[in-house]
T-cell receptor
Framework: EAQVTQNPRYLITVTGKKLTVTCSQN?????MSWYRQDPGLGLRQIYY???????DKGDVPEGYKVSRKEKRNFPLILESPSPNQTSLYFC????????????FGPGTRLLVL | GNSVTQMEGPVTLSEEAFLTINCTYT??????LFWYVQYPGEGLQLLLK?????DKGSNKGFEATYRKETTSFHLEKGSVQVSDSAVYFC???????????FGKGTTLSVSS
């Protein structure tokens, strides 16, 4: 089954404790991206990757890091989480190009205390 | 810059009512346009899309037409069901093809 998986689905942590949210896709997509969803703000892009070893900032990259060492994986790293990073995070992937459908993971709900 | 504006709701309807969710956009050129749906506790699923002016996207009884004259992509369904209760997002893809730009979402609640 074609899918985007994320882990963990739910996470409660404390300020400053490094964490990683994993994202994996099995569709051989070149493009992958991370979004965060906040009430009243909709979804905003954090980082994206057009291919292996190629990453770039989205609209709200501060406080986040990413890496793309393999085509299927695109982890999101919070080196020192803060309460304003409490949010619902979605990973997405697609083939490159403006007309291709983006497939979304199920989301990771993060609470930073 | 690119932006998407949609009615925020909530929209509350009875089963079998007609649904319209308005969406307008601002963009450079003619971007592909999308409607995504988010059911409670789930991720986003692509509902329909249109890639050029006058295209009509359709799926599961939902329709939306790409209107470049009015820069709009309104979502419609002739007869909603309780199972359509969800949050609906209008989106466009930027010219570089690197990001979806989303509206803030419209919550639809359908009662029997």
């Amino acid at each position: 089954e074609a899918q985007v998986t994320q882990n963990p689905r739910y996470l409660i942590t404390v300020t400053g404790k490094k964490l990683t949210v994993t994202c994996s896709q099995n569709m051989n997509h070149e493009y992958m991206s991370w979004y965060r969803q906040d009430p009243g703000l909709g979804l905003r892009q954090i980082y994206y990757s057009m291919n292996v070893e190629v990453t770039d900032k989205g609209d709200v990259p501060e406080g986040y890091k990413v890496s793309r060492k393999e085509k299927r994986n695109f982890p999101l790293i919070l080196e020192s989480p803060s309460p304003n990073q409490t949010s619902l995070y979605f990973c997405a992937s697609s083939f490159r190009g403006r007309s291709y459908d983006q497939y979304f993971g199920p989301g990771t709900r993060l609470l930073v205390l | 810059g690119n932006s998407v504006t949609q009615m925020e709701g909530p929209v509350t309807l009875s089963e079998e009512a007609f649904l319209t969710i308005n969406c307008t956009y601002t963009a450079t050129g003619y971007p592909s346009l999308f409607w995504y749906v988010q059911y409670p506790g789930e991720g986003l699923q692509l509902l329909l899309k249109a890639t050029k002016a006058d295209d009509k996207g359709s799926n599961k009884g939902f329709e939306a037409t790409y209107r470049k004259e009015t820069t709009s992509f309104h979502l419609e369904k002739g007869s909603v069901q309780v199972s359509d209760s969800a949050v609906y997002f209008c989106a466009l893809i930027n010219q570089a093809g690197t990001a979806l730009i989303f509206g803030k979402g419209t919550t639809l609640s359908v009662s029997s």
